[in-house]
């Protein structure tokens, strides 16, 4: 190795570890010392005019640089910083001083435009630190699978890209492993802990440029150990840097800095020719990109994530940078801290002791400070008894943490994202790293408005929340998020610019566009459903014009009800959020009109299979024209004659013999749901399904479809007539079929709850009651079957303050102390007096 590392006669080349809190202490110490001219900084160069944003109040690591392609920006990288990335330190250090910065990395322009052969590597198929590869400088187009971009190696650990040369060997070394198996230790990242993170700053007097030529020289006898790995992109960056160090030394003299990856150390001291390094660059392919700062998040730093440079504990590193006086006491103050969040009994005592176990074991461990390890064994030992319940806390909380960055708003950005941000300030949302949920009561203008915002940036691809269950309330006028802001959306952001410059303008341009192109009807209700809950008025006549060309030409029974209940859904939908559906539900209507003409002839002769698949579209049917036909104030008639034509069809699906028995059953029961078959309708239709007969499989089937689901148990438990129809049909099976008819019936009856199976065979076992043969209420002896004889007044009685609250009776002018004269208590417990 040749050239000068350290020194006041050249540049000083200052090798660090990107990410590590000791390598940005060394690195503020030597600028301290050597004062350079300007600063040049492993990075891409186009990002040099963004370099005054990293001053700016506004600005919070972590962050990362952004580079995409302007014609396609799905292929773009990050370079993430964090408070205590050496490269981060340098760039403040040069602004509060008024020096230059220059990044010397290869540009994005080359890095973005290569391909699979030298060109930037996809998120997580890059290697790690532990595996010693290079990491690639930029991401390739992304797949579905990896994500839309991926971080890049600069700033990354390229003191891990190292490959182990000779012929025809493409092995990846990694050289703090070899160092660290040198130095005696089996873990690499334990021996650059109690090396480099772990050590004090350089004393006063020290020379501060003594770590980085010692790094430097290491780094050299591993190149030329192992050679310069080989890997043409090294070759290639190195080849660049060294072309932008010899241009600023023309521009600033020899009085530079240079902040890079370790590994790159000795190339960039290596004395080549300007033409060699020239015809490595000659012929790179070049696109043209645009690059900003965007946020980032500790969890996204850590390797865990699919970084290939990442550190295992970001939060823990930034503590470090952060406290660099009294790091355990500190660190273990936090860790009390957030257990007593968690209702964890943890006192002051606590935190003593856990420090005194942490510096006892790291002093018979020979480590320099207590580490990570020495800090989860104190915690483990003196704050959690002894388990490890709050390991997984502390280690998401704080080890890894959930910081997330801010960038001032003068930071270069498509229109888009500028509009997202207005939105985000009008509508008081913040971006977090950490996940959260967010109740919206859509009745309230700014969660209505929140809820449009969400939908839109879904519709988009941007899918800054996703709805979840409400767990409070089932209205339509609720909705729940969970929301989570990562780094990622800012290029999903930059990919949905090409739809229009603002989320209503780009969301209504997406939806047109899904709706021109929706392959079956199924995607284009949904589509309709979701423009509705995004407020898109201007898209939503193109997407229903496109359902009612695709209902048109579809005959395929199945599918038309599939779709029905996102289309009834919307209509609804558009009651709470105050928009005209009167569109969708003339759709909507027509649509359960072709259902009900094709539902009848589609369901003779289908298997198994098949029937079970009609039964949901059954279900579904059924529940989109209760909704659909249900009076409301201001809409027009109808909808009672469209019930009462699906009950028509139900009736005609139920008495058909040549259904398969599981839909039978099925529409039978929604008919007694709806109280349509009379007395002894149901009585009837089961007899007729259950008798000799009927094959038993069939037979089965229809049980299944009448009684099966939760509710079907209850039914049972309180219509003993029905109980003792199934309990007739089941003794009279022949053995020979029984076999075929027990995994039916299994399968029907596992879904009740247990109380409701342990009722059913008390019943059973008791046997019919007589009493319970005629309508209830007959002789007020009567036993209701799973009840006792008689009705206790006194108990009744007492619910009644509370029924009566319910209820609004006191509204009404009479109470407990009042009541009303001309109505007996008894009514409201529903006995006779």
């Given at each position: 190795?040749?050239?000068?590392?350290?020194?006041?006669?050249?540049?000083?080349?200052?090798?660090?570890?990107?990410?590590?809190?000791?390598?940005?202490?060394?690195?503020?110490?030597?600028?301290?010392?050597?004062?350079?001219?300007?600063?040049l900084i492993e990075?891409?160069?186009?990002?040099?005019e963004?370099?005054?944003?990293?001053?700016?109040?506004?600005?919070?690591?972590?962050?990362?640089?952004?580079?995409?392609?302007?014609?396609?920006?799905?292929?773009?990288?990050?370079?993430?910083l964090?408070?205590?990335?050496?490269?981060?330190?340098?760039?403040r250090?040069?602004?509060a001083?008024?020096?230059p910065?220059?990044?010397?990395?290869?540009?994005?322009?080359?890095?973005?435009a290569?391909?699979?052969?030298?060109?930037?590597s996809?998120?997580?198929?890059?290697?790690?630190?532990?595996?010693?590869?290079?990491?690639?400088?930029?991401?390739?187009?992304?797949?579905?699978?990896?994500?839309?971009?991926?971080?890049?190696?600069?700033?990354?650990?390229?003191?891990?890209?190292?490959?182990?040369?000779?012929?025809?060997?493409?092995?990846?070394?990694?050289?703090?492993?070899?160092?660290?198996e040198?130095?005696?230790?089996?873990?690499?990242?334990?021996?650059?802990?109690?090396?480099?993170?772990?050590?004090?700053?350089?004393?006063?007097?020290?020379?501060?440029l003594?770590?980085?030529?010692?790094?430097?020289?290491?780094?050299?006898?591993?190149?030329?150990?192992?050679?310069?790995?080989?890997h043409?992109?090294?070759?290639?960056?190195?080849?660049?840097?060294?072309?932008?160090?010899?241009?600023?030394?023309?521009?600033?003299?020899?009085?530079?800095?240079?902040?890079?990856?370790?590994?790159?150390?000795?190339?960039?001291?290596?004395?080549?020719?300007?033409?060699?390094?020239?015809?490595?660059?000659?012929?790179?392919?070049?696109?043209?990109?645009?690059?900003?700062w965007?946020?980032?998040?500790?969890?996204?730093?850590?390797?865990?994530?699919?970084?290939?440079?990442?550190?295992?504990?970001?939060?823990?590193y930034?503590?470090?940078?952060?406290?660099?006086?009294?790091p355990?006491?500190?660190?273990?103050?936090?860790v009390?801290?957030?257990?007593r969040?968690?209702?964890?009994?943890?006192?002051?005592?606590h935190?003593?002791?856990?420090?005194?176990?942490?510096?006892?074991?790291?002093?018979?461990?020979?480590r320099?400070?207590?580490?990570?390890?020495?800090?989860?064994?104190?915690?483990?030992?003196?704050?959690?008894d002894?388990?490890?319940?709050?390991?997984?806390?502390?280690?998401?909380?704080?080890?890894?943490?959930?910081?997330?960055?801010?960038?001032?708003?003068?930071?270069p950005?498509?229109?888009?994202?500028?509009?997202?941000?207005?939105?985000?300030?009008?509508?008081?949302?913040?971006?977090?790293?950490?996940?959260?949920?967010?109740e919206?009561?859509?009745?309230?203008?700014?969660?209505?408005?929140?809820?449009?915002l969400?939908?839109?940036?879904?519709?988009?691809?941007?899918?800054?929340?996703?709805?979840?269950?409400?767990?409070?309330?089932?209205?339509?006028f609720?909705?729940?998020?969970?929301?989570?802001w990562?780094?990622?959306?800012?290029?999903?952001?930059?990919?949905?610019?090409?739809w229009?410059t603002?989320?209503?303008?780009?969301a209504?341009?997406?939806?047109?566009?899904?709706?021109?192109?929706?392959?079956?009807?199924?995607?284009?209700?949904?589509?309709?459903?979701?423009?509705?809950?995004?407020?898109?008025?201007?898209?939503?006549?193109?997407?229903?014009?496109?359902?009612?060309?695709?209902?048109?030409?579809d005959?395929?029974?199945?599918?038309?009800?599939?779709?029905?209940?996102?289309?009834v859904?919307?209509?609804?939908?558009?009651?709470?959020?105050?928009?005209?559906?009167?569109?969708?539900?003339?759709?909507?209507?027509?649509?359960?009109?072709?259902?009900?003409?094709?539902?009848?002839?589609?369901?003779?002769?289908?298997?198994?299979?098949?029937?079970?698949?009609?039964?949901?579209?059954?279900?579904?049917?059924?529940?989109?024209?209760?909704?659909?036909?249900?009076?409301?104030?201001?809409?027009?008639?109808?909808?009672?004659?469209?019930?009462?034509?699906w009950?028509?069809?139900?009736?005609?699906?139920?008495?058909?013999?040549t259904?398969?028995?599981?839909?039978?059953?099925?529409?039978?029961?929604?008919?007694?749901?709806?109280?349509?078959?009379?007395?002894?309708?149901?009585?009837?239709?089961?007899?007729?399904?259950?008798?000799?007969g009927?094959?038993?499989?069939?037979?089965?089937?229809?049980?299944?479809?009448?009684?099966?689901?939760?509710?079907?148990?209850?039914?049972?438990?309180?219509?003993?007539?029905l109980?003792?129809l199934?309990?007739g049909?089941?003794?009279?099976?022949?053995?020979?079929a029984?076999?075929?008819?027990?995994?039916?019936?299994?399968?029907?009856?596992?879904?009740?709850?247990?109380?409701?199976?342990?009722?059913?065979?008390?019943?059973?076992?008791?046997?019919?009651?007589?009493?319970?043969?005629?309508?209830?209420?007959?002789?007020?002896?009567?036993?209701?079957?799973?009840?006792?004889?008689?009705?206790?007044r006194?108990?009744?009685?007492?619910?009644?303050?509370?029924?009566?609250?319910?209820?609004?009776?006191?509204?009404?002018?009479?109470?407990?102390?009042?009541?009303?004269?001309?109505?007996?208590?008894?009514?409201?417990?529903?006995?006779?007096t």
């Amino acid at each position: 190795m040749s050239g000068r590392t350290t020194g006041r006669g050249g540049p000083v080349l200052l090798g660090v570890r990107h990410h590590g809190p000791g390598s940005a202490r060394a690195v503020r110490a030597a600028l301290e010392q050597c004062t350079p001219a300007a600063v040049l900084i492993e990075g891409p160069p186009e990002a040099d005019e963004l370099v005054p944003l990293a001053a700016q109040e506004g600005m919070r690591p972590p962050v990362a640089l952004l580079a995409h392609a302007q014609d396609d920006p799905g292929r773009a990288a990050f370079w993430p910083l964090a408070e205590f990335s050496p490269e981060w330190v340098a760039m403040r250090w040069a602004l509060a001083h008024d020096v230059p910065v220059r990044f010397i990395d290869l540009p994005a322009a080359h890095s973005l435009a290569g391909g699979d052969d030298g060109g930037p590597s996809g998120e997580g198929s890059g290697p790690s630190e532990d595996d010693g590869g290079p990491s690639g400088e930029g991401s390739a187009p992304a797949d579905e699978d990896s994500g839309p971009a991926t971080e890049d190696s600069g700033p990354i650990a390229e003191e891990a890209g190292a490959r182990e040369a000779g012929p025809g060997a493409e092995v990846r070394i990694d050289p703090i492993g070899v160092l660290a198996e040198a130095a005696g230790y089996d873990d690499p990242e334990r021996w650059w802990e109690d090396v480099v993170e772990h050590r004090g700053g350089a004393g006063a007097g020290a020379d501060a440029l003594a770590p980085f030529a010692a790094l430097a020289e290491a780094m050299g006898t591993l190149r030329d150990t192992y050679g310069d790995g080989g890997h043409e992109r090294d070759l290639v960056r190195e080849a660049h840097m060294r072309l932008r160090l010899r241009a600023a030394r023309r521009e600033f003299g020899d009085d530079l800095a240079v902040v890079c990856g370790a590994w790159h150390v000795p190339a960039l001291a290596q004395r080549t020719t300007m033409t060699a390094d020239r015809q490595l660059l000659k012929g790179l392919p070049k696109v043209k990109t645009a690059v900003t700062w965007v946020p980032w998040t500790h969890r996204r730093l850590s390797r865990r994530s699919g970084y290939g440079a990442g550190v295992a504990s970001p939060g823990w590193y930034g503590h470090l940078f952060s406290a660099p006086d009294r790091p355990v006491e500190r660190w273990l103050t936090k860790v009390a801290g957030l257990l007593r969040e968690e209702d964890y009994a943890v006192s002051s005592a606590h935190v003593i002791e856990a420090v005194r176990l942490a510096e006892g074991l790291a002093t018979v461990r020979g480590r320099p400070l207590a580490g990570l390890t020495e800090l989860d064994d104190a915690v483990r030992a003196v704050m959690g008894d002894g388990t490890d319940a709050p390991s997984s806390l502390i280690h998401d909380r704080l080890v890894v943490g959930e910081v997330l960055g801010e960038v001032p708003e003068g930071a270069p950005a498509v229109p888009l994202e500028r509009d997202i941000a207005r939105s985000r300030r009008t509508l008081r949302l913040k971006p977090e790293a950490l996940e959260r949920e967010l109740e919206l009561d859509l009745r309230k203008e700014t969660d209505a408005g929140r809820s449009r915002l969400l939908h839109r940036l879904q519709l988009l691809g941007i899918p800054w929340g996703e709805p979840t269950r409400s767990r409070g309330s089932t209205g339509t006028f609720r909705e729940t998020w969970l929301l989570r802001w990562e780094p990622e959306l800012s290029v999903r952001v930059a990919e949905a610019g090409i739809w229009g410059t603002t989320v209503l303008s780009a969301a209504t341009a997406k939806a047109a566009s899904e709706a021109a192109g929706a392959a079956g009807l199924p995607e284009v209700t949904a589509l309709a459903e979701r423009c509705l809950l995004a407020g898109l008025p201007d898209a939503l006549p193109l997407v229903m014009q496109a359902l009612s060309d695709r209902a048109a030409l579809d005959t395929d029974v199945g599918r038309l009800a599939q779709a029905l209940p996102a289309l009834v859904r919307s209509v609804r939908y558009g009651d709470v959020r105050g928009t005209d559906a009167a569109t969708l539900r003339e759709v909507a209507t027509g649509l359960a009109e072709r259902v009900f003409v094709g539902l009848p002839p589609a369901c003779p002769g289908l298997d198994a299979d098949g029937a079970a698949e009609m039964r949901g579209h059954l279900d579904a049917t059924h529940q989109a024209v209760g909704l659909l036909g249900r009076p409301e104030t201001g809409r027009r008639p109808g909808g009672d004659g469209l019930r009462a034509r699906w009950t028509g069809v139900l009736r005609a699906v139920s008495e058909r013999d040549t259904v398969p028995g599981l839909i039978r059953g099925r529409a039978t029961r929604l008919l007694l749901d709806d109280g349509e078959l009379g007395d002894g309708g149901a009585e009837r239709l089961m007899g007729l399904a259950l008798s000799p007969g009927t094959p038993p499989t069939d037979a089965a089937g229809w049980i299944e479809g009448f009684v099966g689901g939760g509710d079907g148990g209850m039914l049972l438990v309180h219509d003993e007539r029905l109980l003792a129809l199934v309990d007739g049909w089941l003794t009279g099976v022949p053995d020979a079929a029984f076999t075929d008819v027990l995994p039916l019936l299994r399968r029907t009856f596992a879904v009740y709850e247990s109380g409701v199976r342990r009722t059913l065979g008390e019943l059973i076992r008791r046997g019919p009651a007589t009493a319970s043969r005629g309508p209830a209420g007959d002789a007020p002896d009567a036993v209701v079957p799973g009840f006792g004889p008689g009705l206790d007044r006194d108990r009744a009685a007492a619910v009644l303050p509370t029924l009566r609250l319910l209820l609004g009776i006191g509204q009404h002018g009479f109470d407990d102390e009042h009541p009303d004269p001309t109505r007996p208590a008894d009514d409201l417990t529903g006995a006779r007096t």
